[in-house]
């Protein structure tokens, strides 16, 4: 009966054989991922898969197209950390989901992931496909050269085995063995192993996906092997042995830790199409026009001469003298060497590179450059139009991904911070909002404490001065500094958008909007309060990329909470509860020590 280590080993091999295989996507086309990865890494940096010398011996140019696709199709896509909206959900909180919004702002920025977004914006042109691991509260990007999928699965969740290896120093292994529990006997086994081996690193593989048990059913599982070292495989292959490596961990998981983002996905593959993928013949039809035309400019340079005097010097150069009368039967003409075809080389060049700029969509106004003369107003308008909305459908796709990310993987692994008691920062635009819902608790407050003390209501005078001198109190500041407690995000019910239009949007445009906004208030007062007009406005705003929400200084009444406290979580919590009510409690120190 196989050992665990044994089945173990045999379906890896069998799984990593299968991979190195080429799969048909449609009949009469032939895919290997393992190829199409490497050619994105060669073409984008201007490599060949062959080497970079011809048969005569002469060094090959590479003319790149693919990397300035790659760059304009990552402006065009890009996602930014305040793309990441939280909504409160029908029957949540608003002012927890307001709150979350700001909090899980600070922590993304604390853990850099905008570097994350980054950098998928800049592989998935290049790859078609970006993996990312999310374990332990941090994103790891995943290298494609050391991951095995089934090449033909639609996505990751439908693939029957997901493989990533890795390559570690043993001194590596060692500290990530212990740090993941692996099996401490077989860590050193394995380290012995490599160091009396020429293996540099050593090799363990991290497998998802089903396994056959003891009883013949299939458990779900995460296994970690490590594999031997080359030299002493060898040696074991040459005596016919089969087993090799160690099994150092397993464990039965519900699912993966990996989120895959594409682009340009079809079916029958699991890798999308990446920019160098797609303008692989355009790159390699040009590269020889440019190395044909280097070639003929070596040609170009010679100076030749002909003649039908077999008596006359050989070369022209070393042989003859100043002053010399050469005496020949026939005159000595120059060669012509003249390259006649450079007008048909650079109108093939031009042609592939409109080719490979059709197929991309990165046009002249998206590289930042001129149109060609003569082009109507109208035209390149349309042009930027057209090619936007695609790179709107790429980012549309994107979102999607990132969302399910974030919504699957970042919120759960930061739910333990975010629950913990914490401080939040409040700056910016924000702090108007937050003021504003602060001074009018304490209106509320100082309302109440007049009547206690007086036992009369203050006139409109006297109302006019609390607000005055309750704006005084809480407004004004840089930065606003309040203490979460703990667990009170945990009943919030929030919502995720990510807003793709913005990036899009022109900054000239949104200016506009906001002087057409000012504009339309002075003239019609009643646009914000009147709820039709309110919607239609709102409605026009969004589509330039403004929230009229932001642009509001006061929060909505219905929003104000009847209590006196200045604590904003109990501002937050009580929601005319009824009964009595409590007694004054004079607030201690400034808003900076206000908790949420």
Request: glycine share 6%.
């Amino acid at each position: 009966m196989e050992t665990t280590e044994e089945r173990v080993l045999k379906q890896i091999n069998k799984e990593i054989g299968e991979y190195k295989k080429p799969i048909t996507v449609s009949t009469g086309w032939e895919f290997k991922q393992e190829d199409a990865i490497n050619q994105a890494i060669l073409y984008t940096n201007g490599k060949y898969i062959d080497g970079d010398v011809d048969t005569d011996d002469l060094k090959l140019y590479f003319y790149n197209i693919i990397r300035a696709a790659n760059g304009t199709t990552t402006k065009a896509i890009d996602l930014d950390t305040k793309d990441i909206i939280i909504k409160n959900a029908p029957g949540g909180d608003w002012l927890k989901a307001w709150f979350y919004q700001r909090d899980l702002k600070y922590w993304l920025k604390k853990d850099e992931f905008g570097k994350t977004l980054n950098r998928i914006s800049r592989e998935l042109p290049q790859f078609g496909s970006v993996v990312i691991k999310y374990h332990k509260g941090k994103s790891y990007f995943v290298n494609l050269k050391n991951f095995i999928v089934e090449q033909n699965a639609d996505c990751l969740d439908f693939s029957n085995y997901i493989i990533e290896q890795h390559f570690f120093t043993p001194m590596e292994f060692k500290k990530i063995a212990k740090e993941q529990g692996w099996d401490s006997e077989k860590v050193k086994k394995i380290i012995e192993e490599y160091r009396k081996s020429n293996d540099q690193y050593i090799r363990v593989f991290e497998r998802y996906g089903e396994l056959e048990n003891d009883d013949g059913d299939y458990d779900y599982k995460k296994i970690i092997f490590a594999d031997i070292p080359h030299d002493i495989k060898n040696n074991q292959q040459q005596n016919i042995e089969t087993f090799s490596g160690e099994l150092l961990f397993e464990d039965m998981v519900t699912r993966h830790p990996y989120q895959e983002f594409h682009i340009n996905k079809i079916p029958g593959r699991w890798l999308g199409v990446g920019i160098p993928e797609l303008l692989s013949e355009n790159q390699i039809r040009i590269n020889e026009i440019i190395n044909q035309q280097v070639k003929s400019s070596y040609f170009n340079t010679l100076r030749l001469w002909q003649g039908r005097d077999s008596g006359v010097a050989r070369n022209l150069l070393a042989e003859a003298e100043n002053g010399d009368v050469l005496n020949v039967n026939e005159f000595i003409q120059p060669v012509d060497m003249q390259d006649r075809n450079l007008s048909h080389f650079l109108n093939e060049t031009e042609l592939w590179e409109r080719n490979a700029q059709a197929q991309t969509f990165t046009t002249d106004i998206l590289r930042g450059e001129r149109t060609p003369a003569g082009t109507p107003l109208g035209s390149a308008q349309l042009s930027a139009a057209q090619a936007i909305s695609f790179f709107d459908q790429i980012r549309e796709d994107y979102s999607l991904e990132l969302k399910s990310f974030i919504w699957n993987f970042v919120i759960p692994g930061l739910s333990e911070e975010m629950n913990k008691e914490h401080m939040v920062k409040i700056a910016g635009e924000d702090i108007d909002k937050l003021a504003e819902l602060v001074s009018n608790v304490n209106v509320k407050y100082k309302i109440l404490k007049k009547v206690i003390e007086t036992g009369k209501l203050p006139d409109t005078n006297g109302l006019a001065i609390l607000k005055t001198i309750s704006d005084r109190e809480t407004k004004g500041k840089g930065e606003i500094q309040l203490t979460v407690p703990k667990d009170w995000y945990k009943d919030a019910k929030y919502e995720i958008e990510i807003d793709i239009t913005g990036e899009s949007e022109s900054a000239a445009i949104k200016a506009q909007a906001l002087i057409t906004t000012l504009q339309a208030i002075t003239t019609d007062p009643t646009i914000l309060q009147d709820p039709t007009k309110k919607r239609i406005f709102s409605k026009y705003l969004e589509q330039v990329g403004v929230s009229l929400a932001d642009l509001e200084s006061n929060i909505p009444t219905s929003a104000m909470i009847e209590t006196p406290q200045v604590s904003v979580a109990e501002a937050g919590g009580v929601r005319g509860a009824g009964g009595g009510i409590s007694a004054p409690v004079e607030t201690q120190g400034t808003i900076n020590e206000t908790r949420i």
